[in-house]
């Protein structure tokens, strides 16, 4: 090889080792780049869960809210219905039991013997509602 060859060769290698290290510094730039864009998008990551947290526990604080509103509404409708059925509950024997122990009887209480005289005329059914009703208003026990 002439001389002439190696310079050109030595000037092109050295050429190569310049452009070499200019690339690697390069690289290490974007190396550093590429870090700083995942820790920003690390951090809008995390930004993002915390608000979805943070709108999730409102959104159960809220849902625990009106279900407790809704529990306290619906026990005050069932006092109240209660109370209602109460006072709609009957006290009085129907009519048609209050005129035949109207014939039959003399006082608040009846003996079996005298009540089954005179459910006879009733059907068996009659006389089982008839006696259920005596029972509820306290007549017989």
Do not use: F, H, W, Y
């Amino acid at each position: 090889m002439n001389k002439e060859t190696v310079e050109q060769l030595t000037t092109t290698a050295d050429r190569l080792a310049v452009a070499a290290e200019a690339l690697s510094r390069v690289l290490d730039r974007l190396d550093a780049q590429q870090e700083a864009l995942n820790a920003k998008v690390d951090r809008i990551v995390a930004a993002v869960e915390e608000q979805r947290n943070d709108v999730s526990r409102a959104d159960d604080a809220g849902k625990v809210t009106s279900l407790q509103s809704r529990v306290a509404e619906l026990e005050k409708a069932n006092q109240e219905l209660k109370a209602q059925s109460a006072r709609m509950a009957r006290k009085t024997l129907p009519p048609v039991v209050t005129a035949l122990l109207g014939k039959n009887s003399d006082t608040d209480q009846m003996d079996s013997a005298a009540l089954d005289k005179t459910l006879q005329a009733l059907s068996v059914e009659q006389r089982i509602a008839v006696k259920a009703e005596m029972a509820r208003a306290g007549i017989i026990k």
